[in-house]
């Protein structure tokens, strides 16, 4: 790992790019305008679930002719967008994408985009630091004839610094989960002058300005989940949602060793957010069943501690955590390691107290030199306050390990992080990504009304099947939403919610036909992409579970105890095409 940001005045490694030798006007343009497209590519942030963000700016000399950002998993690529916009000026111009393109569909639709558009030149940000995309779209491009510039590589002026910077930074909780296998996780708190979370009473509400707390509903929303300790629902009873206007309301967990929690909470009201209790194994088997019956889920570990609960959170697909607790539970998560990046938001008022609670608990350390220091510190007035913001740990930086040709050239179906004869499929960018309903693979089936439609992902199309044939205008208006949505996420927040808020709106033969629905859907997918079926049958002679360790329905759960029907109807439509192809073979 190479530190990559500046601590006090002394440049990391990797941002002392070689000096300015070769920095002309071009470099200084490049710079310009790849730091746009890093900007561009945080513009879903808060909107939809954090995801690897990619933005692509399409520029001619130093005008920008397109422009597109990703804006959440299974939409278009922001590299086609860009594309599509720029029309006949992509010819001959540069492409400048913040991050190398990845794509979980193995046709590499982001490349044949800026080919086909006739883009000359590209200019990457940072190389893909997932393992399996590494390399691929860059060797892909060359291949093509199209010159690839990568920054730190191929491009070393100085003048880039802050653009590498800003590509680091938007993809930060990637780069944190394929090094360390673990979630981006900020510790976020608001102090007193002096130092205090709350009064010695405990009451906290409010230490920082309505302002700050504002933007902290946008830091929410940019997570996948917020952390709070027991004592912290005890004391304050909070919310913990994002009300931020965006679209994304991250998961509650709270992290509780002895389960000791009142029955009537906020948060255990789970129609606007969902709720997950993490505990100690065996603790009060009766509040777990009370809080079972809430529909809040109770994980137990057998040593609760935040180093087990964030290699869950990256289990179950997290890329960026929000801890809102107290002291007492950010001292053992600063302690292990997890917390990469701290909020301070520093209120002007003083609260005294000898036993008020502050931000960060015993560490052990007895002396000043012992004192962590933040690295690339920001300060920002807002309304009253300060906010201090800084890591507690440099964004890992995995761009120096360049792959060889031999490395990239294919995907390779036996790559995978697991067990060879079990093929886990999950997030669309895992290596077998284009298994996961989110994926971006267009199919067409019929709508409510039996007409051929394009539904933009699986997961849109099984969603809206819920609601068909229900004699009622929300029933119809649900289905609408759902053909609407922008994002596979967006569509299965909204069939799921109005299944939980309205369940007399879904079909009454729903559980007897939706395995069928889904199967419906694989067979379009898998038929209508061959390069999908291809992959598909690579997989021959492996077991395929959807890694899912919370839907023990579709996914095959934290321990094995998921039914795994998504893995199974993939095997069985795999059994099928190859008997086909077996058939044809023979004729
Ligand atoms: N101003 C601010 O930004 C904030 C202020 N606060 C204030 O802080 C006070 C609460 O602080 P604090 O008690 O530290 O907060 P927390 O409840 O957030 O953290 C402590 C609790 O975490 C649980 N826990 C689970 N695993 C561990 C572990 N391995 N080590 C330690 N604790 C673990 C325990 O719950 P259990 O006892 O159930 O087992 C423990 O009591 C309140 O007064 C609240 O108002 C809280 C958050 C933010
Ligand atoms: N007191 C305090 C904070 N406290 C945090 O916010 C939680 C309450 O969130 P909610 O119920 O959603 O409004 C609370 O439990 C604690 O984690 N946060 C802040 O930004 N500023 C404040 O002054």
């Given at each position: 790992m190479v530190s990559l940001f500046s601590i006090g005045s002394s440049p990391s490694p990797r941002l002392l790019l070689r000096p300015t030798c070769c920095s002309s006007p071009t470099h200084s343009r490049d710079a310009v305008i790849l730091r746009r497209a890093a900007e561009l590519a945080d513009s879903s942030a808060g909107l939809t679930s954090p995801h690897p963000n990619f933005g692509c700016i399409i520029a001619r000399g130093g005008d920008v002719v397109g422009k597109g950002f990703l804006y959440g998993q299974g939409t278009e690529c922001a590299e086609l967008q860009a594309a599509e916009m720029a029309g006949?000026?992509?010819?001959g111009a540069t492409a400048y994408i913040n991050m190398e393109s990845g794509d979980c569909s193995g046709d590499l639709a982001p490349v044949s985009s800026l080919v086909q558009a006739g883009i000359s030149r590209v200019v990457v940000g940072i190389r893909h630091p997932l393992r399996h995309f590494r390399g691929k779209a860059i060797h892909a491009l060359r291949r093509h004839g199209v010159q690839v510039d990568v920054v730190g590589e191929d491009l070393q002026s100085k003048v880039y610094e802050e653009a590498l910077k800003s590509c680091l930074l938007v993809n930060a909780p990637l780069l944190y989960r394929a090094a360390c296998h673990v979630p981006f996780s900020v510790l976020k708190y608001a102090m007193t002058l002096d130092g205090k979370i709350a009064a010695s009473s405990g009451h906290a509400s409010w230490i920082s300005s309505k302002l700050s707390r504002g933007r902290v509903f946008e830091l929410r929303g940019r997570s996948d989940a917020i952390i709070v300790g027991g004592n912290t629902v005890r004391r304050d009873d909070p919310r913990l949602t994002a009300r931020h206007g965006g679209g994304h309301t991250p998961v509650r967990i709270v992290m509780s060793q002895t389960l000791d929690l009142p029955e009537e909470r906020n948060i255990w009201n789970i129609i606007d957010a969902y709720t997950i209790v993490a505990t100690q194994r065996g603790a009060r088997k009766d509040m777990q069943k009370k809080l079972a019956r809430k529909g809040v889920e109770v994980v137990e570990f057998d040593m609760l501690n935040p180093r087990d609960l964030m290699r869950y959170c990256h289990d179950r697909g997290y890329l960026s955590v929000l801890w809102e607790c107290g002291g007492g539970l950010a001292a053992p998560a600063i302690s292990c390691g997890v917390i990469h990046k701290v909020y301070a938001f520093v209120a002007p008022k003083i609260i005294g107290g000898a036993n008020a609670p502050s931000p960060v608990g015993e560490l052990g350390m007895i002396q000043m030199t012992q004192a962590l220091n933040l690295i690339d510190v920001s300060y920002e007035q807002i309304g009253p306050d300060m906010l201090i913001s800084g890591f507690l740990q440099p964004i890992p930086d995995l761009s120096p390990i360049i792959p060889s040709v031999d490395e990239t050239s294919a995907l390779d179906p036996t790559l995978s992080p697991y067990d060879t004869n079990i093929i886990f499929f999950y997030?669309?960018?895992?290596?077998?990504?284009?298994?996961?309903?989110?994926?971006?693979h267009p199919l067409q089936l019929p709508d409510e009304n039996g007409d051929n439609y394009m539904w933009p992902t699986v997961e849109h199309y099984y969603q809206a099947q819920k609601f068909q044939g229900v004699n009622s205008p929300l029933a119809i208006d649900v289905i609408q939403q759902i053909k609407s949505s922008k994002s596979p996420e967006e569509a299965a927040r909204t069939g799921r919610k109005m299944q939980r808020q309205?369940?007399?709106?879904?079909?009454?033969d729903w559980d007897s036909v939706k395995v069928d629905v889904m199967y419906e859907a694989l067979k379009c997918k898998f038929s209508t992409y061959p390069n999908l079926n291809t992959m598909l049958r690579s997989t021959a002679g492996s077991v395929l579970v959807e890694?899912?360790?919370?839907?023990?329905f579709w996914g095959g759960g934290r321990e094995g105890e998921g039914l795994n029907h998504l893995g199974r109807l993939l095997m069985k439509l795999r059994s099928e095409i190859m008997e086909e192809t077996s058939v044809v073979g023979v004729e």
């Open positions: 006949e000026l992509a010819a997030k669309t960018w895992d290596p077998y990504g284009a298994f996961s309903n989110f994926s971006p309205h369940p007399e709106l879904v079909r009454a890694a899912s360790p919370h839907d023990l």
